[in-house]
């Protein structure tokens, strides 16, 4: 379902966006019917139109990893997909260089399973709070859907290749952050407090998904392959620069950081 | 693309794996193990977060005694372990953490047998502050040895500390266990089943009975293993005939148990009933303490005598009623004079508002009040 509005809006937007280009250049008369037309004119004012889809690969991760992280057991990406547009705008004669934005709607998440010491929890339930150090293995998942917005400086290499890199600004519009910690203890409140055991299926879930930010920033660098005339594929690292939760949150001791690799095929108009 | 994504997971677990740091120091600073030297001890010790107690033999002279402590790795213990002491009154030692952040005293009691009182009535309590900012009772009884002048503080013991993770800052009324004014002489204690909110609905207790008994409540697997954490019993020289006191209780509305899938649901025409009971048994290596799962059981060979209320005497009853229990011994049972003299034998006194509280079944509200206690021995 997910999918299918996002092909919607990813084609209002490309459509609007034409419709923009259009609308920049009405010296001439542009009919309806005259779509090769609009196209050639596009690409000789410079605007390449791009459609593209992929997944998104990565995790929420501390930068560097905390001492109380002492394995990571398991991990799984989860199925992030990404479609969106982007439109390259080249410069000069030679179009060396060029400015590229769009929209992507895209999910990021990620399940990890760790061993932790001395890991910082709460609990809150019923508004009563239990916070304590968790010694045992922790269970989290990360899901986010969001609109990014990359504004990136491109060049292109040669004719097939081209680089981008640049920041982007992404709204998440549906937050989820939770888990459950298992095998393992609890110290009450700091690690002279009352150690409470959680063996076999004994576990105690935690939600932080209303701390996280709603606006996330950071750094792009990718590469596409200009593999046919309407076909390239695309990879592009996104780093995020600022925590995924907010600033008043401390019980998680450390900031977390989306680092995710997106990669997929563009059909460029 | 199945490839590509194949390799791009491995390579973030090496490259998380690789950004694993040194382990850090321990930040514990637990008291995990005792040995006192020459056999000294008549139970094994009992260690809790902040406090623990020797049971010693009658002819350990208690005035020299040099325990070693075995604690959390790299942990320091001062005064050092093996330092001979006086524990005529209890000891206190400060256990600091390996990383030297975090250190935490405890007091070391040591007891030896027949330490307890004979009647009870309740009118002394210390308190507790939990780890939330929450306060509640902990029922005490001194005793004092009429030869020796020896004091003794016997604790009671309850499930307070388990109900205190859920109870966030309230006060003591609002725990399964306090003490109350209106006992039949003085305060008494108060036993009332509580709910235990979300929290307790997520570790699949969703309800707290009120308890009070002779042992000790062992917190850390109150989660894990409910019916282990009530530990009963503390060694007694004589030997028990009779059990009285004073009680009354009100069962709560409504009755729910809890079912497979650990959630509760209400039973139709179903009372709930309180318990109060005594148990005298033989502690053996295998079986130092009885617990929810052992302490009543028919074809536990460690019981020697169970004094109990009878069914009728469990049900509701407003005013203060008094119960006189003899001692029934079961059958082949019979009393050791050495084993008598040295502390083998044990007793236990349990008190609950609900009397499948151990199976988290009960009902909300139900509420025994208990005052004067009284063991009559030979």
Redesign the interface.
């Known amino acids: 379902m997910n999918i299918r509005k996002y092909i919607c809006l990813a084609v209002t937007v490309c459509a609007s966006l034409h419709g923009f280009a259009r609308s920049d250049v009405n010296k001439e008369d542009f009919t309806q019917s005259d779509r090769p037309g609009d196209i050639y004119k596009s690409v000789i004012l410079g605007l390449e139109y791009e459609v593209n889809a992929g997944v998104n690969i990565g995790g929420a991760s501390p930068m560097p990893l905390p001492a109380e992280i002492r394995q990571i057991n398991s991990y799984s990406p989860h199925l992030n997909l990404q479609i969106g547009t982007t439109v390259t705008k080249w410069f000069g004669q030679d179009k060396k260089w060029g400015v590229a934005s769009g929209f992507r709607f895209e999910t990021k998440g990620m399940e990890t399973n760790a061993n932790v010491k001395n890991y910082g929890m709460e609990i809150i339930q019923d508004g009563k709070k239990l916070s304590g150090k968790w010694t045992g293995k922790v269970q989290t998942k990360y899901h986010t859907q969001q609109l990014t917005i990359p504004i990136t400086a491109v060049y292109r290499i040669n004719d097939r290749w081209k680089l981008n890199f640049g920041p982007y600004l992404a709204y998440a519009f549906s937050n989820e952050f939770d888990g459950y910690v298992h095998d393992g203890y609890l110290r009450e409140g700091d690690p002279t407090g009352n150690k409470v055991s959680f063996e076999d299926d004994a576990k105690a879930t935690y939600d932080f998904g209303s701390e996280l930010r709603k606006f996330q920033w950071g750094l792009q660098l990718g590469g596409s392959w200009h593999v046919l005339k309407r076909l390239s594929v695309n990879a592009n690292l996104t780093w995020g620069l600022n925590d995924i939760f907010v600033r008043s949150f401390k019980t998680v001791s450390f900031n977390m950081y989306p680092i995710y690799l997106n990669v997929g095929f563009g059909y460029i108009f | 693309?199945k490839l590509?994504?194949w390799l791009?997971?491995l390579g973030?677990?090496l490259a998380?794996?690789s950004?694993?740091?040194?382990?850090?120091l321990n930040?514990?600073?637990?008291i995990v193990g005792v040995v006192l030297p020459d056999d000294a001890l008549n139970r094994t010790p009992i260690i809790e977060?902040?406090r623990v107690t020797l049971i010693v033999k009658n002819y350990v002279n208690i005035t020299e005694l040099a325990p070693e402590f075995e604690l959390t790795p790299g942990a320091t213990i001062q005064p050092a372990s093996g330092t001979e002491r006086d524990f005529t009154e209890p000891q206190t030692y400060v256990v600091t953490?390996e990383d030297g952040e975090?250190?935490?005293a405890y007091t070391v009691t040591v007891q030896r047998n027949n330490a307890i009182n004979l009647k009870y009535g309740f009118e002394d309590v210390r308190i507790v502050n939990s780890?939330?900012g929450g306060k509640y009772d902990e029922f005490l009884d001194v005793s004092i040895n009429e030869s020796t002048h020896q004091r003794d503080t016997m604790i009671w013991a309850s499930g307070n500390?388990g109900f205190a993770?859920?109870?966030?800052t309230k006060p003591p009324e609002t725990y399964p266990t306090f003490q109350a004014n209106d006992g039949y002489v003085g305060k008494c204690v108060e036993m009332v089943t509580r709910s235990t909110?979300?929290?307790g609905a997520?570790?699949?207790k969703p309800i707290a009975a009120g308890n009070l008994f002779i042992g000790k409540f062992n917190?850390?697997?109150?989660?894990?293993?409910p019916l282990k954490a009530t530990q009963f019993g503390t060694p007694f020289s004589s030997v028990p005939r009779y059990f009285s006191g004073y009680y009354k209780y009100k069962p709560g509305e409504v009755y729910q148990r809890l079912n497979e899938s650990n959630k509760l649901e209400p039973v139709e025409g179903k009372v709930d009933e309180c318990n109060i009971y005594a148990v005298f048994y033989e502690s053996t290596p295998e079986m130092e303490w009885l617990d929810g799962s052992n302490v009543l059981s028919d074809d536990n060979p460690n019981i020697i005598a169970v004094a109990r209320l009878s069914d009728e005497q469990r049900q509701a009853t407003e005013e203060w009623t008094y119960f006189h229990l003899p001692f029934v011994f079961r059958d082949g049972k019979t009393i050791d004079p050495d084993k008598l003299e040295n502390g083998i034998y044990s007793i236990t006194i349990v008190m609950t508002s609900s009397i499948d509280g151990d199976y988290f079944s009960g009902a909300v509200g139900s509420t025994l009040c208990v005052d004067e206690l009284e063991l009559k021995c030979d």
């Open positions: 693309m590509i994504n791009l997971v973030m677990m998380m794996a950004c694993i740091k040194k382990e850090p930040a514990e600073c637990d977060n902040d953490s975090w250190s935490k780890m939330q500390a993770m859920t109870n966030g909110g979300a929290w997520m570790v699949n917190v850390t697997i109150a989660v894990a293993t």
